[in-house]
């Protein structure tokens, strides 16, 4: 069976539980460990390990990023999430479940500068690098055995290896035949994992998993499907696609062909990306104008770091709410020019949030930047009904400089401390 150490990436012997050379025990061995060549990246944890990187007193301490005691949590480390701490969750109740729990800041400008550092990484592996978010990314890597002159296996093992040896952070990869394979074992052994689904025995490994296992099943989704009676891949199995897709549209569909372990979606770095976003569901819902005002400005901020770190802008800002009764409102504003200017998004983002702000409580909120174009096209008119706003685009520079030299917290904005 093939087998080799994910740490000095030495092949083994079959059955081997201590790598021959290193003597560790990290050995990746399966029965089609060499024949697959889809995978999936997820970095562990990423924003709090950039954290703990850089201050090591951090190190073995629950890292929460986030916001102040009127905030959300943006992620945690693992360390916290053991307590109990969740992404969206209040930072009132993450500290009730984790005292000790040190809350820091997102540094998005830092988080971007990585990302691209580990996107050059994967470029150097394959051309087919599909990026879902700053720290993760699929990777076709479909007849590169013979340029590398190792199995895409390998070469995944030393793409995790050079980014703890260079970076200083860790990943997680899953090895399939497919995109949603892939993912799926990704997150299988986090963190630092390395798992595999091979064709052969894709249909006995989903059989009794839940559908919550499915990217994209959220809670409202997970209900529906249960109120019809599926809650695991074998109750999918047993439903007709045309029975599927009437009740559930064209999410039924997607769902028969997921059942069986088939996805047909290329791995593609030429999709053009059509929006950028950002959304946070609510650990519980809420109208508060503070947690809400502050959300929408973190959510620009965060926007407008991918946008700039994708080098691209837009020319529509996009709201979107969801109720406690789940109905969703969306608003979008066409811009004059193009923008990647967090001030701006924000600034839009507000109008569109006053005009639905009391139909209230809300679950979801989310901001982003739609009809992308390169970043020249961004921010080049002055706004007459706002004389100030261009020197706050001034100042909004000037603050990328300085945050990218000092640090995120050398300089930062009032709101953002909501």
């Known amino acids: 069976m093939p087998a080799f150490c994910r740490d000095c990436l030495t092949l083994q012997p079959p059955q081997t539980r201590r790598c021959v050379k290193c003597g560790r025990m990290r050995i990746a061995e399966h029965p089609e460990l060499f024949d697959l060549s889809i995978a999936h990246m997820d970095c562990d944890s990423f924003y709090a390990s950039v954290e703990k990187r850089d201050n090591p007193d951090l190190k073995d301490k629950p890292v929460i990023i986030g916001g102040g005691r009127?905030?959300?949590?943006?992620?945690?480390?693992?360390?916290?999430?053991?307590?109990?701490v969740k992404s969206a969750m209040?930072?009132?109740?993450?500290?009730?479940?984790?005292?000790?729990?040190?809350?820091?800041?997102?540094?998005?400008?830092?988080?971007?500068?990585?990302?691209?550092?580990?996107?050059?990484?994967?470029?150097e592996l394959t051309p087919d690098v599909e990026p879902l978010s700053l720290d993760e990314a699929f990777m076709d890597l479909s007849g590169t055995q013979k340029?590398?002159?190792?199995?895409?296996?390998?070469?995944?093992?030393?793409?995790?290896?050079?980014?703890?040896?260079?970076?200083?952070?860790t990943g997680s990869i899953g090895l399939s035949h497919n995109k949603f394979?892939?993912?799926?074992?990704?997150?299988?052994?986090?963190?630092?994992?390395?798992?595999?689904?091979?064709?052969?025995?894709?249909?006995?490994?989903?059989?009794?998993?839940?559908v919550r296992l499915i990217w994209g099943i959220g809670p409202a989704a997970q209900v529906s499907l249960e109120n019809a009676g599926i809650r695991s891949f074998a109750?999918?199995?047993?439903?007709?696609?045309?029975?599927?897709?009437?009740r559930f549209g064209t999410m039924g569909h997607r769902l028969w062909?997921?059942?069986?372990?088939?996805?047909?979606r290329p791995v593609s770095s030429r999709t053009p990306i059509k929006s950028i976003s950002n959304e946070t569901t609510f650990y519980e819902d809420t109208n508060d104008a503070h947690?809400?005002?502050?959300?929408?400005?973190?959510?620009?901020?965060?926007?407008?770091?991918?946008?700039?770190?994708?080098?691209?802008?837009?020319?529509?800002?996009?709201?979107?709410?969801?109720r406690a009764n789940h109905t969703l409102i969306s608003r979008r504003l066409a811009l004059r020019d193009a923008t990647q200017m967090a001030d701006?998004?924000?600034?839009?983002?507000?109008?569109?949030?006053?005009?639905?702000?009391?139909?209230?409580?809300y679950r979801l909120l989310g901001v982003g930047l739609a009809d992308l174009v390169p970043e020249d096209a961004a921010d080049l008119s002055a706004d007459m009904l706002d004389p100030k706003a261009a020197q706050r685009r001034q100042a909004e520079r000037a603050t990328d400089a300085i945050r990218a030299r000092f640090g995120e917290d050398a300089i930062r904005k009032g709101r953002a401390m909501q």
Not at 107 to 118: E, G, W
Not at 188 to 210: C, H, M, N, W, Y
Not at 307 to 312: E, F, I, L, P, V
Request: a positive charge.
């Open 70 to 84: 009127r905030g959300v949590v943006s992620t945690a480390c693992y360390v916290a999430r053991i307590r109990g």
């Open 90 to 123: 209040p930072m009132f109740q993450a500290l009730k479940l984790c005292p000790d729990g040190v809350v820091i800041k997102p540094r998005m400008s830092v988080y971007s500068d990585i990302s691209r550092s580990i996107r050059q990484m994967m470029d």
């Open 147 to 169: 340029l590398h002159g190792v199995a895409p296996a390998v070469m995944l093992a030393r793409l995790v290896k050079r980014m703890k040896d260079e970076l200083g952070l």
């Open 181 to 210: 394979l892939a993912k799926v074992a990704s997150d299988l052994e986090k963190p630092r994992g390395f798992s595999v689904i091979g064709q052969a025995e894709t249909a006995t490994f989903l059989r009794d998993k839940p």
């Open 235 to 246: 109750d999918l199995l047993r439903w007709d696609e045309s029975d599927l897709s009437a």
């Open 257 to 264: 062909y997921l059942a069986r372990g088939l996805d047909h």
């Open 291 to 322: 947690i809400l005002d502050g959300h929408l400005w973190r959510m620009s901020e965060k926007v407008s770091a991918r946008a700039k770190a994708s080098r691209k802008a837009g020319r529509v800002v996009t709201l979107k709410l969801k």
């Open 344 to 361: 701006t998004i924000y600034s839009v983002a507000l109008g569109l949030f006053n005009q639905v702000g009391k139909q209230g409580p």
